[in-house]
């Protein structure tokens, strides 16, 4: 199995010929016993990086969105035409309309549907299993008592303005013969929510590597309830990016097995 990233907030040193781009946004392509496009980022950049790779789009199978914000979901503007049958696999809370602290709509682009219309639509809230031993893992249960505790972001719910958990916030996990492979966009439902949540879906307690969104952002105690879990639970290689900020980044790195990726790096697992 392969993991590409192709878009996320920094690239990496390259040549010339090959100068990756980033951009506040993630994007991931799984290249295994099938092809999966794991979030579009906020423009063209995924696509960009994608041909750098060498990677043609066109022939992804599954497109999955890991939930319905903009820096996850606009690059479909840029989606290449395909004439392959492509699922697209979501949680249906992604069409929610939402706003972020500044107020400002930061949901799912207003076209949506126009750009969709050639892509087979699952929506779901229950795991869907996309091949045997990969899975979508649906709506994720807020369990522990430190993630998912608070929230800026808002969201129209009869007309009315509620707080916006996002609750759409999904992953993808992938059994492997060393352990689960668990991949995040964001992980607004707690990266250990999530992990917990992959376990209990894919039917295994070992886990190889996490790699995705982790939401560190500023909250020392979730940082430290965080590290705990990881060295309780233990996990073979951890590579926060996007929504991770330094102190997190940092603190992760002192403390775990930790690997950062950025635009243009790409992981190669054996098994």
Not at 14 to 20: P, R, Y
Not at 22 to 38: T, Y
Request: glycine content about 8%; some cysteine.
């Amino acid at each position: 199995m392969k993991i590409f990233i192709l878009c996320e907030d920094q690239a990496k040193m390259g040549f010339m010929d090959k100068v990756f781009l980033a951009e506040h946004g993630l994007s991931i392509f799984i290249d295994a016993s099938v092809k999966i496009l794991f979030d579009l980022g906020a423009t063209d950049v995924f696509l960009r990086n994608a041909q750098l790779f060498g990677i043609d789009l066109r022939e992804t199978d599954y497109l999955v969105i890991s939930h319905g914000h903009w820096d996850h979901v606009n690059g479909l503007r840029h989606f290449p035409p395909s004439e392959k049958a492509i699922s697209l696999v979501a949680h249906p809370g992604i069409l929610t309309h939402r706003f972020s602290k500044l107020d400002k709509y930061n949901g799912v682009p207003r076209d949506y549907h126009t750009l969709t219309a050639g892509l087979s639509t699952i929506f779901t809230k229950e795991p869907f299993q996309i091949m045997e031993d990969v899975f979508f893992l649906g709506e994720i249960p807020r369990m522990n008592d430190f993630e998912s505790q608070q929230t800026y972001f808002t969201r129209l719910e009869n007309n009315h303005r509620v707080p916006d958990y996002i609750l759409d916030d999904s992953a993808l996990a992938v059994n492997t013969p060393e352990g689960l492979v668990v991949i995040s966009g964001c992980a607004h439902a707690g990266i250990c929510n999530t992990i917990e949540h992959a376990k209990k879906v894919a039917k295994t307690d070992r886990v190889r590597l996490v790699v995705g969104g982790f939401h560190l952002l500023g909250d020392a105690s979730q940082l430290e309830h965080t590290i705990r879990y990881f060295h309780e639970h233990g996990v073979e290689l951890l590579c926060p990016m996007h929504c991770t900020d330094l102190a997190a980044l940092c603190g992760l790195a002192n403390n775990l097995p930790f690997k950062k990726l950025c635009s243009g790096d790409w992981l190669e697992l054996a098994g």
